[in-house]
């Protein structure tokens, strides 16, 4: 019996050392490496303009002004809300799920008739499996160039050159699929307007001039 409360004794004490290394020192250990060596990333990516935070970075926005870029569609919630994650949980050959997605095809086309109907790139009219993503394809942005072009006057050249110089390319040239952070763009398009056409800048980035 003695023996066998040893043994107890040194099991119970060897949990309360394990969790204190693997539950708050390894927790804590990485939460300080991500303050000093990523701050940015650890503080989640927070976006700020004249010192008001605006969004995360990895996070989409609700983007559906023709007047700038639009991103993904989003399930979660009533779009991009981060407390209801997810997709639309619809098989493709649901019925529902079809209509849907002819709604946003339609939209897509109506808003950018330069765009041929079988040439709408898929992911601008289909949501991500999070609800929650900020990347469109380079096609997706380029697409939507001639449309922001004619709204707001800023020239097809600048534009291009604004998505060109926007695109995320894979990491270490290996993983992911290059593509543009819609969050991003529309804040240096944000700038272009601020610069070419202060009026419509106002009237669409309200609160943030």
Known sequence: MFIVGKELVKMIK???????????????LIWGIGKIAFPFQAGGSIVYKNSKPIGS???????ASPYIFNGRP?????????TESGGSNYAPA?????????????????ENPAVKKGGVPVDIVTGSGSGLGPYISIAAALDQVQR???????????????????????????FGTPGVNTVKLNLKLSLLLKKYNYKLYKSIFKGLV
């Open 14 to 28: 060897l949990t309360i050392l394990l969790y204190i290394i693997c539950s708050l020192g390894y927790t804590f």
């Open 57 to 63: 970075m990895f996070i989409g926005e609700k983007f």
């Open 74 to 82: 989003s399930y979660a919630g009533n779009g991009y809300d981060g």
């Open 94 to 110: 649901n019925g529902k799920y079809i209509a849907v997605e002819k709604k946003l095809i339609d939209k897509f086309l109506i």
């Open 148 to 174: 922001i072009s004619l709204l707001t006057g800023i020239s097809e050249t600048m534009l291009y050159g604004l998505v060109r110089r926007n695109i995320s390319y894979r990491q270490f040239g290996i």
